[in-house]
């Protein structure tokens, strides 16, 4: 699926195989950055998904605001880098001159969610943000410019890229539920996510 706004919906670009090598190296980014859980700027709110990342930067999230930044937020580490599989998907379908620096990890256990939201702690727009779906199927709900728009839900499988360039890139979005029990990739259930950002400009 391919539209004007750019938001492009590639379903199955990742085969079981390909799913489970990317849950390897998943793994191998969570323990050396262990995920740890967010919280909103100055409610203190927690997030109901856990988080960790990998690349030069990280997306991090406390009672003082949302921010990249080169280090785990607990361990102090610099993030673990990105695996080759990641790296290889951004230069396939990113259409970008530059590498992504920021590969965040989204960890979803049964009904965590995500609140409508606009991706807009980068300083580069140029570039799409690109996501990937391992495990459980979500119930994703994409929106416009306008945080009133109408909306409409898609449902992101395991193994689902989906990548969000040009006008699309400043779209609404958010989680309304995974549902439980769809995939069988992720040990315990649930679904990770992982979203590659370019953040500095290319100079
Ligand atoms: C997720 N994560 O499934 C989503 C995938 C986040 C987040 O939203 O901020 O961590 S990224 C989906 C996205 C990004 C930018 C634009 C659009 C969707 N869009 O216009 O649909 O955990
Ligand atoms: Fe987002």
Not at 13 to 38: C, I, K, N, S
Not at 63 to 70: K, L, V
Not at 100 to 108: F, I
Request: net charge neutral.
């Amino acid at each position: 699926m391919e539209s004007k706004d750019g938001l492009r919906l590639l379903p199955g670009y990742f085969d079981r195989a390909a799913q489970e090598a990317l849950m390897e190296a998943v793994g191998a980014v969570m323990r050396a950055a262990p995920p740890f859980r967010p919280v909103m700027p100055r409610s203190g709110r927690p997030f109901s998904v856990t988080m960790t990342n990998c690349g030069d930067l990280g997306w991090v999230s406390d009672r003082s605001g949302y921010r990249y930044q080169a280090h785990h937020p607990e361990t102090g580490r610099p993030w673990p880098s990105m695996p080759e599989a990641v790296l290889a998907l951004w230069e396939e379908v990113a259409d970008y001159p530059a590498p992504p620096e920021a590969c965040l990890v989204n960890l979803y256990r049964d009904s965590a969610r995500m609140g409508l939201h606009r991706d807009e702690d980068e300083e580069e727009f140029s570039a799409p943000v690109v996501s990937v779906s391992l495990g459980d199927t979500a119930v994703f709900r994409i929106g416009g410019l306008e945080r009133k728009g109408p909306t409409r839900s898609v449902r992101l499988a395991s193994g689902d890229v989906l990548v969000m360039g040009g006008t699309s890139r400043r779209f609404y979005h958010g989680i309304d539920r995974i549902q439980p029990g769809s995939s069988t990739l992720v040990a315990g259930g649930g679904r990770i996510n992982l979203t590659l950002r370019r953040v500095t400009v290319p100079r």
